[in-house]
Structure formats: structure tokens, C-alpha cells
């Protein structure tokens, strides 16, 4: 069931997704080559907890982290761990929080040093791709038009448009309805209303859209070993427009 946020749902949202978005902040600059992931998720976890939230993905669904650290070819669901980012990663950083029973959700992906020419036009294009799908919302917009917007982009710029996973509705849980595809068709799918509360995400390919999970169960990984990026906010539809409820400028 899709639902629209009260005026005091989304006053607790707005505080979750502030809170993802200073998590964010917060790490970046670690972000550089010696560091482990794990040594990152202890520094979110003790960030988030220290705002009066908690992580949303700790013990998600048995989830064994407090975020998401999705190193190069590694779409989505990284699992932190004693690996040490090396000059010329990228890396995808999912953060989830929840404040007062109500999720914020946003990834973003990040160079650690200086990165080649392919994986800065991957996070370039990426990025524009969710600001193409973006740019489609307002009260009485297709959802396919979203999602058509950002596949429109990425098939223009040559770039691999994961099927397998979608973003969704968020709310007092972290998944609700709508799913929010990164493919589709406009004049399709469901009316968008305002105060409708959904996490766009595009996860792009710099080789082919295929992926495949890992033993683990959680890591997802490109068909090809080439790097994906993912970049994600939460958003609330508006009467002319959107309202990112997971920070108001770039994490760059």
C-alpha cells in the first residue's frame, strides 16, 4: 500500500534523512586509501546512535552492519569488513537511519584517491542520471516517467542499467511500496501524489546491466567484474515538484 505522509511524518523524515545526509558528511573525509570498511561502519554506527537514531540496516533482515561499503565492481549490499580501500577505488556508501520509527535512505558513491577517466565518467553519469529522474517528479507525474528518465540517460551515455534492483517507498518502514525501477516506459505505472515519500536510486553498470549474488547472500556483483555506481535520495513529492528529504546540496 502506498500511503502520504502527514505534515509530522515528514517532519520526523526530514530529521532522518538530515541525519543520513551528516552521516554522509561525516565520513567522506575518510574516504582515502588505508582505511577499511569496517573501521567506516564503526564510525557511522557510532554517528548515527550519537543523533538519537539508530541504523536502519543493522540486523536487517540479518544484515550484520550498520551500512552498505560497495567497493568497485560491487553493485549494492557490500558487507564492511577488514578490506582496505585502495588509491583508485570507488566506492558506494548506503545509510540508512531511523528516527522516531520514520527511515531515511540515501547511497552515494565516492573516489578514494584519484580514480581513472571510466570510473569518473561512471560516477559523473550516474549521479546525473538520478537528478534525470529527478527532475521528472510532481503531483500527477507517471512513475514511468521517472523511471524512463533515468534509463533514457544511461542508455544514451553507454552505461548498464541494473533490473535486478530498484528504489522504493520509504516511510516507517525502510521498503514500502511504490518499487521504483530505473527502466520503464512513459505514461506508465502508478500517479505520483503529494506527500507520497520514495527513494530513487539509480545503480549503473560502466560494462553490462547483469549481476549475480554472491555466496554471502548479500553482496551483489557486476556480471563483467567492471565498477558500478549508485547514488540514492529520498524524496517527498510536492505540488510542482520534489523535496529531498536527504540533504539539499551534492556530498561532493
Request: charged share 25%; aromatic share 8%; hydrophobic share 35%.
Amino acid at each position: 500500500m502506498i500511503t502520504i505522509k502527514s505534515d509530522y511524518e515528514l517532519s520526523l523524515m526530514r530529521e532522518a534523512g538530515r541525519i543520513v545526509y551528516d552521516t554522509h558528511k561525516i565520513l567522506k573525509p575518510y574516504i582515502k586509501p588505508g582505511i577499511t570498511t569496517k573501521e567506516l561502519d564503526k564510525i557511522a554506527y557510532e554517528y548515527i546512535i550519537s543523533r538519537g537514531a539508530t541504523p536502519s540496516c543493522l540486523n536487517y533482515e540479518g544484515f550484520p552492519a550498520s551500512i552498505c561499503t560497495s567497493v568497485n565492481d560491487v553493485v549494492v549490499h557490500g558487507i564492511p569488513s577488514d578490506q582496505k580501500l585502495k588509491e583508485g577505488d570507488i566506492i558506494s556508501i548506503d545509510i540508512c537511519a531511523c528516527y522516531k520509527g520514520y527511515h531515511g535512505d540515501s547511497a552515494w558513491s565516492y573516489k578514494v584517491g584519484n580514480v581513472s577517466k571510466e570510473k569518473e565518467y561512471l560516477l559523473e553519469h550516474t549521479e546525473k542520471a538520478l537528478y534525470e529522474g529527478l527532475s521528472k517528479v510532481k503531483n500527477g507525474a507517471r512513475l514511468g516517467d521517472v523511471s524512463s528518465a533515468i534509463e533514457d540517460y544511461a542508455v544514451k551515455h553507454k552505461l548498464g542499467v541494473v533490473r535486478e534492483l530498484v528504489g522504493h517507498g520509504v516511510g516507517s518502514n525502510l521498503h514500502e511500496d511504490p518499487e521504483v525501477p530505473n527502466y520503464g516506459k512513459k505514461n506508465t505505472g502508478i500517479v505520483l501524489k503529494t506527500g507520497m515519500t520514495i527513494a530513487i536510486e539509480p545503480m549503473l553498470n560502466l560494462g553490462i546491466r547483469k549481476v549475480y549474488l554472491l555466496d554471502d547472500d548479500w553482496t551483489i556483483v557486476t556480471g563483467d567484474k567492471k565498477p558500478s555506481a549508485h547514488f540514492e535520495h529520498t524524496i517527498v513529492v510536492t505540488d510542482d515538484g520534489y523535496e529531498i528529504l536527504t540533504g539539499d546540496d551534492n556530498y561532493e
